[in-house]
């Protein structure tokens, strides 16, 4: 099945004629003989295109183009024009439409011009499906986490994310400033527009101003063509500059003033770009000892900070670190080819007593690694870097006295099928001992 078309038309043998030629191609028809109608099927059918007539019993076709674009906007519609009525077909195009076809033009026209559209259908669906699993990957539900400290830094982000605030996230490296901007930008009415991430100390300082603002052509040597900065790139959405502590100071005065005014300089232009972008910062530095030695500007910090959230590194947030631990490794299991089933109380012993410089990142890190070195089902400490496991009781569990004496127990009662007394009688031990035993080992 190659996909499914619409055909509004209220005559009734040109409808079938389509329809008949159409899904001859393999298509999967519908027909409709108005606008009433064909919205219904619309809502209901997975269209990917629309064939349409001009004049229509309860409306003009060229008007449901914007309609159906509006509503539908993945789906592509090619409007059927009376002989020599260029002008509908004009105006349908302006409206939003894929093509314009007069109608009793030969197979040779309608066929190709069907096939784009439907290739350019698919890819907008295609298109749709990835964002709305950015869009999950990213909503605050899945910011892993139930400390009071991470729960206190998601409940921020939740209450500003529908207004256009200028956000600063504060914390250490790997402790999810890019998760929270993203999941900020994907609660806010900007989602629908695109979010751009920069990493300001990742950009050499001599080219920073160019990737952030663009250039014209022949604005310095090499530049032989016109360019869009980030900020124009991000357009009507979000843009998250990361590390902004790591920005020359000169240009911190040009990104003040696209946060006052929302207009910027390209670089070689003379006239402003209008912008509408939010803009999301975040560093590991303390901006204020920054302001004090001179490299960063005070009023672009007040401007910055309008509403502050602080991150919990990995080390505050110890409680979540089993949380976390398990989902990397629901994630690592599939990917690898392997079926993890958990970690052992060493693996996590070691994880809680590790001072996590680079946070959930370092974690990730880890996780991956000793799931790649496991033979077996279960992470054991043997497959943590060696520094992990200096304090951990990483002794075999088979060479342990109590573990021994525990599985003995466990052996004899199921050879007794659960019978207590005789139990004791082949353990040489009283039936009380056998009992205090069974409770201290949790049988």
Known sequence: MEGHILIIDDED?????????????????????????????????????????VKLPDGNGVELVQTIRSRFPQVETIVLTAYGNIADGVQAIKN??????????DNNRILPLVSKAMDKARLQFRIRDLEKKIAGKYNFDNILGNSPEINTAKELARKVAPTDMTVLLLGETGSGKEVFAHAIHEGSNRRQQPFVAVNCSAIGKDILESELFGHVAGAFTGAVKDKKGFFEEARGGTIFLDEIGEMPVELQAKLLRVLEA??????????????????????????????????????????????????????????????????????????????????SPAFLQALQQHSWKGNIRELRNVIERAAILTDTDTLDVSALPFDFQQGVDNTPSSMRLAEMERSHIIRVLAHVKGNKTRAAELLDIGLTTLYNKIREYNI
């Not at 401007?303 to 089993?322: A, G, W």
């Open 96 to 105: 939003g439409a894929f093509d314009y076809i007069t109608k009793g033009d």
């Open 13 to 53: 043998q040109l409808r079938k004629l389509l329809s008949r030629l159409l899904s001859l191609e393999g298509y999967t028809m519908h027909e409709a003989g108005n606008i009433r109608s064909a919205l219904k099927i619309l809502e209901k059918e997975d269209i990917s295109v629309v064939l349409s007539d």
């Open 262 to 343: 929302q207009e910027f300089y390209k670089v070689g232009e003379a006239k402003p770009v209008k912008t509408d972008v939010r803009v999301i910062a975040a560093t590991n530095r303390h901006l204020e000892q920054e302001i004090a030695a001179g490299h960063f500007r005070e009023d672009l910090f007040y401007r910055l900070s309008v509403f502050q959230i602080s991150l919990p590194s990995l080390n505050e947030r110890r409680k979540d670190i089993p949380l976390l631990a398990t989902w990397f490794i629901q994630q690592f299991s599939p990917k690898l080819n392997k079926r993890l089933t958990g970690m």
